[in-house]
T-cell receptor, first 117, second 115 residues
Framework: NAGVIQTPRHKVTGKGQEATLWCEPI?????VFWYRQTIVQGLEFLTY????????DSGMPKERFSAQMPNQSHSTLKIQSTQPQDSAVYLC???????????????FGPGTRLTVL | GEQVEQLPSSLIVQEGASVLINCSYT??????FPWYKQEPGKRLQFIID?????ERKQTQRLTLLFDKKTKHLSLHITATQPGDSAIYFC??????????????FGEGTQVTVIS
């Protein structure tokens, strides 16, 4: 089991360019979460999906950021017109649905380090 | 919204000694508190969790205490080893009906175990 897979692991973009980050949750997990991690702000929640439906996007910057989950095997986070302050490690996590055993534990991917020059 | 605070921000401990990390939260609606460990260059790793209907949980060398009245948690690590060197994160979630909800994280505690 490779766990949560995120691609690419590193991405460098120029200011104003678009960045698309990919996440493949653990097979059978019904909830997918996006967070970002910076030295200054720490770990921040962005958005999450359950059974592919958007549930809470309260952490998403209102402009330029969007997330989708077109099928149960992957989710994407898109950042349009990237700015230097978007530089961060973007983390994806997945968890089981209720009734599937374990609990609400979220399993994290390795992250995508985005650098905006 | 929920705010989670951790203290100390960093600590150094001799191998074999114990470590205590404190965490406090503000939202009384939070009911699920997982802790994660992050080693350099590695992904966040779940280590222990507790729900608000419990006061104590123990796994191997980890003991997690929870005080609902004071909104305070403490993680105790005993018999520390060099492999325990990492950043430890406390988190809180409004987690109802068995559904996983968004996590609000503390700032982290950098633990360094020296031989």
């Amino acid at each position: 089991n490779a766990g949560v897979i995120q691609t690419p692991r590193h991405k460098v973009t120029g200011k104003g360019q678009e960045a698309t980050l990919w996440c493949e949750p653990i097979s059978g997990h019904s909830a997918v979460f996006w967070y970002r991690q910076t030295i200054v702000q720490g770990l921040e929640f962005l958005t999450y999906f359950r059974n592919q439906a958007p549930i809470d996007d309260s952490g998403m910057p209102k402009e330029r950021f969007s997330a989708q989950m077109p099928n149960q095997s992957h989710s994407t986070l898109k950042i349009q017109s990237t700015q230097p302050q978007d530089s961060a490690v973007y983390l994806c996590a997945s968890s089981l649905a209720p009734g599937q055993g374990a609990g609400a534990e979220q399993f994290f991917g390795p992250g995508t380090r985005l650098t905006v020059l | 919204g929920e705010q989670v605070e951790q203290l100390p921000s960093s600590l150094i401990v001799q191998e074999g000694a114990s470590v205590l990390i404190n965490c406090s939260y503000t939202d009384s609606a939070s009911v699920y508190f997982p802790w994660y460990k992050q080693e350099p260059g590695k992904r966040l790793q779940f280590i222990i969790d507790i729900r608000s209907n419990m006061e104590r949980k123990q796994t191997q060398r980890l003991t997690l205490l929870f005080d609902k009245k004071t909104k305070h948690l403490s993680l105790h690590i005993t018999a520390t080893q060099p492999g325990d060197s990492a950043i430890y994160f406390c988190s809180a979630s409004i987690h109802t009906g068995g559904l996983s909800g968004k996590l609000t994280f503390g700032e982290g505690t950098q633990v360094t175990v020296i031989s």
